[in-house]
């Protein structure tokens, strides 16, 4: 107990934002009610209030620093203390993640609002959520809603937060297949079997066939569910993608967490040795500013998966007294999702990912969400 009371008492300072680019133009932080159209976590335009109430945010296994999923969280932690005037408490569970619901009690004494980040929190902040009834709760990834009973909300103070990560995938997808030179691509899943990765080679597929209907797209995860160690195996996708590559795919794009890394580190030894470039397509964060100078010669683009804005809106909302329980999906409508130019390697093909975007919006592309 005396452990986690401690890593609840981080309280961090709000830092600035990278300068990354994507294809969104504001940067304004969204008010509660408008379309988040931010592409980096929004710093604050003038001096923030007094902290108001505290938010609990409780990453997934890996914590900020994992380049990726929980560092977009975090930074929308920052942007809501520089914005709002709150303060943090953070918490990421142990290796095993059994005390997800110790966690979640421990932030619930002391804040008023209780961000879980990813969808295996979902059944204790439900229990969580009852004993607390003067505490709100939001859970990303996953819409925390009673499908037996007519979808309505689990509980009056738990909001789901969700993404439609199958169409920032697709516009990754498109990207890749306008950029690759052997009409040969790879899908990294970092685990398999529940759904939600599934949605990510969905996208990627359907993009690149969008572009060229013959291209060939290899996938395979790391582990499936209930194996959840696959987001954490970098040596694992390291060695997934040499062979990918020696399999003649020029760029691979990677839906697994930290073990993203590894593709990396193959991108870069398979460049380096062999003369002749190869690409990663990194995930949730714009890992072209995360993963380190060394890589981002072979960092393509990114799907950014705007969690960062999830964070604030339910922050905002909390502030102003708007918080309703329900699920919010973040889709490109809302540059909830979408993907990143930074190193400029897309640029001579914005033009046409702009346009497919445009088609998704308006409902003329239906992007399927599983795998055909």
Known sequence: MVAAVAALSLVVAACGSDDDSSSSDATEAPAATEAPVATEAPA????????SFN???????????????????????DA??????????????????????????LQADNSELVIAVGFLFAGDVVAVATENPDT?????????????????????????????????????????????????????GG????????KFEAGFTAGAQAVNPDITVIPQYITQAP???????????????????????????????????GLFEAAKSRSESSGSQVWAIGVDSDQYNTAGADFQPYILTSMLKRVDVSVLEIATAQA??????????????????????TGGYLDDVVDQLEALKAQIIAGEIVVPTAPA
């Open 44 to 51: 604050a335009t003038e001096a923030p209030a007094e902290p």
């Open 55 to 77: 938010v609990g945010l409780t990453y997934d296994i890996g914590g900020r620093g994992d380049q990726s999923f929980n560092d977009s969280a975090a930074a929308g932690l």
């Open 80 to 105: 809501a203390k520089a914005a709002l005037g709150v303060t943090g408490s953070e918490a990421e569970p142990n290796a095993d993640g059994s005390d997800r619901a110790q966690l979640l009690q």
């Open 136 to 188: 709100n709760f939001a859970v990303v990834d996953d819409a925390m809603l009673d499908f037996d009973n007519g979808a309505v909300p689990l509980g009056d103070n738990i909001a789901g937060l969700t993404f439609a990560e199958e169409q920032g995938s697709f516009l990754v997808g498109a990207a890749a297949a306008l950029k690759s030179e052997t009409g040969t691509l790879g899908f990294i």
């Open 191 to 198: 685990v398999g079997g529940f759904g939600l990765i599934e």
């Open 227 to 261: 194996d959840f160690d696959g987001f954490f195996a970098a040596d694992r996708a390291q060695e997934i993608a040499l062979t990918m590559y020696d399999q003649g795919a020029d760029i691979i794009y990677h839906a697994a967490g930290g073990s993203g890394a």
């Open 320 to 341: 102003d007294g708007t918080f309703t329980a329900g699920n919010t999906v973040y889709d490109l409508s809302s540059d909830g999702v979408g993907y990143s130019t």
